[in-house]
């Protein structure tokens, strides 16, 4: 059958099985959007600004492990929604980006609306493709979803140009693909796997640093696993958590620049090292040559070669696909003789007991001004910790990864990588989208939330129940805390003056405002938003201390057991 | 160190690009990059020389082959193997030099391939430090241009990179 190019875009899309495709058109993508007037299989979201398309359809794919889909028009379309894209490049979220182009014969012109798509995202994907021919449409939107999913995954762009949209031929999805340039590994290296094994049965001060790819790997359960046949402790980075249960007792919470005690003197002082789907960067290990200064036995398991070795030297590096290689050790670990030395690992626990008698999460809530981590505590509480939790980048974010007991994975959302203000809403939509029955809150600051504040008006549109969890102190407060720390107290442009009334806004746009200034009101506001509320979306805006800091703290260079702890103050 | 990267890669546009673009974002270093279709039209074979570390040369073939449109990466210096890069100089010719700037491209095996009654083109080809010798050896104020290709390279006997 002869179709055009905007129905194969649909056809495809509807192959794949996308339910939803977060959106924007625009003059490239007409073709496209009638299209998908005339079909009912998946439904558009339409989002105020592209990025937020974006950052939704990441979102959807973080919290489902379905691939996220958006469209966007040519020109501004595609420069507003690279922000979103590099997002989901940086913490390796499976997503397809369909972008409008000016019609080939435009191309160069300096035409309307006209930008070099694949030029400008090309560092920020894991692959683009600009097509030129109605032919290669169909396969290529079925490579792109391929090249999305597997291996490492990551975005992948199609450039369409409007002419290819309306030109016709013969359409057949293929079945399957392959590709001579592309065969992601699967399985691991089973000599490898044999040597962490001994590695690990051997091993005195042990330690299990697991990180975000436990998650986009589905390999929790094996983590699970692992770590009770073990009984080793586990640490999970900011894109991990939820991977390992928080409040299991082997558990050392997150570590890092803003981690656990206990978890950053564990990394620092074990004597083997198995990384599971991290890659030891810059905020979780702070100064390699610091780190280095410790001998201990590393052993590295990840899809991506190129993540081993990178910035740490490892002993075993094992590349494959998470559950293949956790089952492979598993096995090996069972049909083994050998058990963990006994005595040694009961002297490691009695030390990293100690580590954890800092306690280096306690603070302080008085009566007259709410701690912003009293918040996070209380909603953690209210939603009995079964919420799906997005932030924003900030202060807020190391307080909600601190504080939110992640049991479960895909249920914490947020910007791990690029580090991208702005992410909390959209992210927020997203999970709902995939998740419809959820409980969703957004943890944000006053300064995020208002990068993509106008979301407020999609959330409206498609009746979404989030719960905006506002930590205002009026500062950007990560950057007034880098000032106070590094900058002899010049707050350079830190203050956020001129503040909208949040209640009023969040009512204008139809949705209900609330606005909690004492710690006696925290709790019964919280039970009013998710009960009384519970369809409603929610804006709830706490006024919090102005000079919380986020603690403990690896500042920048230093070593991971260098941290700045709140007592020491 | 210094390194001879041999590739294939999809012969797709953007694929330099690709290849260029991962250099410039991740701070490696190249020397020179020669890229042309092989017998194989739907393939390039493309040769990076660069220099670093043996952990910066491990990333810089990671990270290529990562890319999704090159299908092999090979360290050609790792093992035995040829190098070639052709120059092509035109030199002024005149007067007393005329002879002379024969006389050292024949010593270079060069072959001069235009000339005019002022000028010569030289044409040589080796590997790069018989290039630059080349050029030392000549009377620099005698330059008029100089284009190089950028080092091709192959392995030897059985190292064989194809589909």
Redesign the interface.
Known sequence: MQLTGAEIVIRCLQEEKVDYVFGYPGGSVLFIYDELFKQDKFKHVLVRHEQAAVHAADAYSRSSNKVGVCMVTSGPGVTNAVTGIATAHMDSIPMVIISGQVPTAYIGQDAFQECDTVGITRPCVKHNFLVKDVKDLALTLKKAFYIAKTGRPGPVLVDIPKDITNQKCEFEYPKAITMRSYNPVVKGHSGQIKKAVQMLLEAKRPMIYAGGGVILSDASDRLVKLARHLGYPVTNTLMGLGGYPATDKQSLGMLGMHGTYEANMAMQHCDVLIAVGARFDDRVIGNPAHFAEVARKIIHIDIDPSSISKRVKVDVPIVGNLPDVLDELQKLLDASAGVPDPKALAAWWKQIDEWRGKKSLKYKQGKEIIMPQYVVEKLYEVTGGEAFITSDVGQHQMWAAQYYKFDKPRRWINSGGLGTMGVGLPYAMGVRFANPKATVACITGEASIQMNIQELSTAKQFRLPIKIINLNNRYLGMVRQWQQMFHGNRYSESYVDALPDFVKLAESYGHVGMKIERPADVEPALREAFTKHKNDLVFMDFLTDQTANVYPMVAAGKGLSEMILAEEL | MRHIISIL??NE??AL??VS?LFS?RAFNIESLTVAPTEDASLSRMTIVSTGSD?VI??IT??L??L????KVVDLSEAAHIERELMLVKVRAAGKDREEMKRIADIFRGRIIDVTDSTYVIELTGNGSKLDAFLEAIDRSLILETVRTGVSGIGRGDRILK?
């Open positions: 890669i999809e546009a953007g690009s690709r673009g974002a952990d491990e990333q990671k990270q082959n990562k999704i449109d090159v299908v589909v």
